[in-house]
């Protein structure tokens, strides 16, 4: 349809990104063709040097282009809390909306056997580990409020249960300035099972 084959491979390879279909693949490619040729090229050996460059933290498994993340490196950090994320976007938005300061354990997704991700592919196994070294007191559970991620969190629990670590979850339910009125059955209900005491 272009006439041109590596225009439409351009195109194509530009879909693979989330939300982006055929049209916005094809004005993505035109744009860059047309008048950012010099940033299209900045950003062809940016994004090369990143799929090569970076990888996973050997601690926490969150992207980092050394060993050892930043965050697991920093000795400002409490190293006896963990939150345990489904992904590095989680962990971003944690570290940018909370003061949280302790360290982090990203699973790189959530328990889903539908989709082949099971206790091997979260690193379960190097999570029980790191809860075995003793330093870890509170495990904050920080999955998502679906299906796979109350299955995920319950799973979680069960692990921290066994290494001798306080499980907590993040509190779900209705959110600041909502209206009950407006507040989907599901997240109300949940919110009215886990109503707290108040002092």
């Known amino acids: 349809m272009t006439g041109s084959p590596l225009l439409a491979d351009l195109i194509e390879a530009l879909r693979c990104l989330p939300g982006v279909g055929g049209k916005s693949a094809q004005r993505m490619a035109f744009h860059l063709l047309e008048r950012e040729r010099t940033r299209g090229l900045k950003l062809a050996g940016v994004l090369r040097e990143a ?13 980092s282009e050394e060993p050892v993340c930043a965050l697991c490196a920093s000795a400002s950090r409490d190293r006896h809390v963990l939150c345990v ?5 989680d962990l ?3 570290e940018q909306a909370t003061g949280y300061r302790g360290q982090y354990f990203v699973l790189l997704g959530r328990l889903s056997p539908l989709d082949g991700l099971g206790p091997e592919e979260l690193g379960l196994a190097q999570l029980s580990a790191r809860l075995g070294e003793g330093e870890i007191e509170e495990m904050i559970i920080a999955t998502n409020p679906t299906v796979e991620g109350e299955a995920t969190a319950h799973y979680l629990a069960q692990l921290a249960h066994a290494g001798g670590v306080k499980p907590t979850r993040l509190a779900h339910g209705v959110p600041l300035g909502g209206e009950l009125e407006y507040v989907d059955r599901s997240t109300l209900a949940h919110a009215f099972g886990s109503r707290q005491a108040l002092e």
């Open 92 to 94: 971003a938005a944690i």
């Open 85 to 89: 994320v489904e992904s590095p976007t």
């Open 51 to 63: 799929m090569e460059r970076i990888g996973n933290c050997t601690r926490c498994r969150n992207f």
